[in-house]
């Protein structure tokens, strides 16, 4: 199947920035969409920022103009630069991917990471 592992996490002081990291491995997958949620206690998962196989990338209110997705294709690998942190953006940020294993049959289906810790604190 496809395995996650986020990096790229940490403290960090309002305005700052940061960098999160997701690579995809395992079996033979084509990737339909990347992307990152976030979630805090007591609240529900909410998007991030995804990025389509064709480059379409779309973003909340809550991030735009701060965050960036992007790819590297040639690695399996998403990216979120984070740009003028807030408080409100503090939260376990998650990597997701939906995918297709190619020498199985059926709909692609959806991966997730196991978590990296942003702290935007004073």
């Known amino acids: 199947q496809v395995q996650l592992v986020e990096s790229g996490g940490g403290l960090v002081q309002p305005g700052g920035s940061l960098r999160l990291s997701c690579a995809a491995s395992g079996s033979t997958f084509e990737i339909y969409v990347m992307g990152w949620y976030r979630q805090v206690p007591g609240k529900q998962r909410e998007l991030v920022a995804t990025?389509?196989?064709?480059?379409?990338?779309n973003y909340p209110d809550s991030v735009k103009g701060r965050f960036t997705i992007s790819r590297d294709n040639s690695k399996n690998t998403v990216y979120l630069q984070m740009n003028s942190l807030k408080p409100e953006d503090m939260a376990v940020y998650y990597c997701?991917?939906?995918?297709?294993?190619?020498?199985?049959?059926?709909?692609?289906?959806?991966?997730w990471g196991q978590g990296t810790q942003v702290t935007v604190s004073s």
């Open positions: 997701y991917v939906r995918a297709k294993i190619l020498r199985a049959s059926g709909s692609p289906q959806d991966y």
């Open positions: 990025i389509t196989k064709g480059g379409t990338t």
